[in-house]
DNA sequence: TGTACTGTGTACTAAATAGTACACGATTGT
DNA sequence: ACAATCGTGTACTATTTAGTACACAGTACA
């Protein structure tokens, strides 16, 4: 019941509930079956009764909402293993580009993010 | 007793004992006990008998043995919080830059480092 | 020679994690 | 009206995490 917590439950509630305004398949129990875990579960994680599930099933919630795995795992205090993974083959070097940029502002690391993605590196 | 649970504990094994030939404090009691976890805990560890310990424990030991806390988070399998909390604040900037510099050769992303530490940004 | 310190084996555990199972009363659709 | 569907409350549980506690035999050294 953390601020997180009921932060992650709202935002699943209201883009689930979005998506329901159209599509009725997106209740409650059908999203839950659709991700394979039980709808009372599910509508606990919604009013942050409960912590927010595992890794692999905020991705397959993500993945039913139509959202950004990152975003909503970030959202759920987590970052994606295969995020975890980079780092920790190159801890020295990531560890200290990623505390560097930290401080920075959006737009610049935006910046360098194009200038990776564009250049030849 | 994954892979990485034998790496790590030969890891602190070889810094722990490096340290003891010069300094007979660095014994698997003395280390123990100045990072507060007990000596036959350390020894399983060390030899891979139990997985590495909580992230406060191995950064306690990383400062114990004056090596890199990333490094030997990294060993154990584990991710700095302060670098995750980074990346759980901008889940799509981080995540885009990198899975963008996973690919990169160690060199391309030092010069980055470099770039970002010295420019003007 | 004995005492102080060494590493390690065995046995146990508290707390967190990640859910399931099922029943219930309310609502909706036909 | 009634069957299907809805969200939710209560109760329970298996697994993982992160260690502790203590005894014991071997070694160092004064």
Redesign the interface.
């Known amino acids: 019941m953390s601020d997180d917590t009921r932060t992650f439950g709202d935002y699943v509630r209201g883009h689930r509930e979005a998506l329901r305004e159209t599509d009725r398949t997106y209740s409650v129990r059908q999203v839950a079956g659709r991700i394979g875990i039980e709808p009372s579960y599910l509508s606990k994680v919604e009013r942050g009764h409960v912590p927010p599930p595992s890794e692999a099933t905020v991705v397959r919630l993500a993945e039913a909402l139509g959202e950004?795995p990152?975003?909503l795992?970030?959202l759920a205090?987590?970052?994606?293993s295969?995020?975890?993974d980079?780092?920790?083959?190159?801890?020295?070097?990531?560890?200290?580009?990623?505390?560097?940029?930290?401080d920075?502002p959006?737009h610049?690391?935006?910046?360098?993010?194009r200038e990776?993605?564009d250049g030849d590196?």
Chains 1, 2 share one sequence.
Do not use: M, T
């Open positions: 950004d990152d975003v795992l970030a205090g987590k970052v994606s295969d995020l975890k980079a780092i920790r083959r190159r801890p020295q070097l990531f560890g200290e580009l990623i505390r560097e940029l930290r920075l959006d610049a690391v935006l910046k360098l993010v990776v993605r590196w």
